[in-house]
């Protein structure tokens, strides 16, 4: 067996096989990309000089994405995705 | 009262602690090895998490984190990426790895590669990577240990001293009542760490600027360079970014310490639930460490050590009750890091090394006490690194962060089927370029063209294995069938309930026959 596809059937484990899965993922990389480069590097240049609560802006910005990415993970859990 | 006396007194009592919990556990534990190496796999929510974060954040959290804002500013914020992504390689990888470790009786990382890949060598390499990229470590949490209770005492018990102290009671307590010690260890230190680093960065705050609020405006008033990316030395660019945050996720959770954690588990369950909440401990560990840090480079901005800021801030300006707490709560991040990789690094050479070549079928509590002794070589070896400065030993501590990322490629084919399964010579072959490269891109030209190291080497690993496994002998059908379906049976099939019924109609060969002699 070399360099040939393995006889089993099965379907793509990367992929979700339900719905509450494709939004959990979407959700969960959709979010992921507000703060990774380039847009966080945007979001800072952009709002940078900027203050939300007494706490600049990026500081703020980069703690809430991250507890909306917890709420994705926790809102999968108690769906059992 | 002196805060010295203060100080050094209550990182006695947290020892104390630490101590009567190894007794304890060492009286319900029994001589068989999954009890001493994973505790029974019985670990529920609670303790499982409470090692986990405790295990992950190091002494680290507590110096070098507060390091890291003072130097390079807001940038690090960027901590809560790496630490959401472990949260989500949790959820998704690590119920695999649990499944297939309580169905197959996985005991280490070694195990589960080395059955799936057919390959001895496959074993080998990945023990050699799980130990080389972790005992370092065991260096530098006693180094921390050593500077803590140095600060603490104001260098009545001296460096070497202490290191010496802290690790034979952290060894201690491991090899008397194994991983139970540890975890019921890390739940003490878990708590006690998390509340210390809150405490300290408020009260410095409020004592020093009147508040966080304050401190962020003192912050952008005298210091606005902290408060833009990439920071102050241009540190953060994208490419720092986004390796740091692989790094950091992937990276450590394929370490042994983290990856062995996740054959304990009572359930999948536990897992997915660990998953889901562990970063909400392990994120808002770095806002306190955010106002140390900052605050740290407006009051003290010319410090020649950048991770001493939090020691010195609150030597200079706590009272001595906290100063006392705190430090016991560094010491506690980094004694229950140590104690976790000394469990790995031991079960690891227990398992793979001695159980696999050199005593194959001896009586479970011959393997406790050879693991016993395993512990009592590493704290020598340990010591003496942490009480010497080699070079080479820098450029490997520089390497081990990326080191057990190179395991992904493997791990990933083993628990995420595929058409084109990869092969015991494309996992070698990549782990072999991916640390080559690594050491290329972190030590003869660090992070080229601005890129992480980390990015550079498991691209190279990725695309080698994949490359080479297109060419080369897949695992036989049957190994295929029998691991790939289980994974498939188990996420998206019968569950928990099927993997119970498949244990009982057709239990795993068990490592060691259970005994219930106390240790």
New interface residues.
Partial sequence: ????????S?????LP?SRTGWIAVLA?LGL?TL????L??WV?SRF?SAWVL???F??VY??AV?FA??GV??W??RR?V | METWVIATGLIFLYVLVTIVLGFLANRAMSLDLEDFLLYGRKAGFVVLYLTVVATYHSAFAFLGAGGFFYRHG?GF??A??W???T??IT?TLGVRIWALGKRFSYITPADMLADFYESEAVRVVVALVSVLFTILYIQVQAQGLGYIISVASGDRISFEMGTLLLMIVAGGYLMAGGLRAVYWTDVVQGVWMYLAVWAGALVLSYRLFGGP?AL??RV?AERPDL????GPEGFFT?GM??GM?VALSFGIVLQPHIMIRYYTAVSG?TI??L???T??FL?TLY?PA?LVGLGGAIVLPDLTNPDQIFPELLVRYAPGWLTGLILAGATAAAMSTLDSILHANMTVLTRDVYQRYIAPDREPAHYVWVGRGIVLGLLVIGYILSVRTLGFLVTLVTLSGAGALQLLPGTLGVC??????FTKSGVLAGVGVGLTVLYVTLVTVPHALGIHGAIWSIAANFTTCITVS?????P??ET??RI??A??DY??GSGEAGLEEALRSTPPLRLTPPAADSA
């Fill in positions: 067996m070399i360099g040939k596809e393995v006889p089993l099965f379907r793509s484990h990367y096989r969960f992921m703060v990774q480069p380039p966080v590097f800072d940078g007494g706490m600049p990026l500081y980069l703690g991250y990415l917890i993970l926790i999968a859990a059992a | 807001i914020w960027e809560g990426t630490t959401v992504l949260g989500a959820y609020l962020w405006k952008a408060l833009s990316l990439p994208p970014w986004i945050s369950r997915r639930w998953g889901a909440t970063p909400i994120m806002i955010a995420y089927p595929t058409r084109r399964p297109a060419f080369t002998k897949a036989s059908d295929i069938g790939h379906g994974i498939e996420v998206y």
